[in-house]
């Protein structure tokens, strides 16, 4: 009886054994990944962040912003530098009629 006592426990301690072993192995498995994700992530950002200097750096050297950049709102026309009613003055002001003689 002794003996099947001890084959019983020894027999519960390997299966105890690799049950342990795989959910060990899967924990590490995760907080190995979350690491390497989190450095992948550092790495793709500082990839960004270095290519978006060198395009400012590229763009600050190439003449007027009107030139280089159409924009999203950008309708071809120079930029003004009048607030919107003083441009509206300029506006009404090339769009004056020409007087009638006669």
């Known amino acids: ?3 099947l006592l001890i084959w019983l426990v020894a027999a ?3 299966v105890g054994g690799v049950v342990l072993g795989r959910v060990w192995g899967r924990a590490e498995g995760e907080r190995v990944g ?9 790495e ?3 990839r960004r962040v270095e290519s978006g200097r060198d395009a400012v750096r590229d763009g600050r050297g190439a003449g007027d912003p009107a ?3 159409a924009g999203r709102r950008s309708t071809g026309a120079p930029p003004c530098s009048a607030s919107p009613p003083q441009r509206w003055a300029l506006v009404m002001r090339a769009a004056r009629p020409t007087p009638r003689l006669g």
């Open 1 to 3: 009886m002794a003996d």
């Open 12 to 14: 519960l301690g390997a």
């Open 34 to 42: 979350k690491r390497e994700a989190e450095r992948d992530a550092m």
């Open 44 to 46: 793709d950002k500082n």
């Open 67 to 69: 030139d280089r950049s």
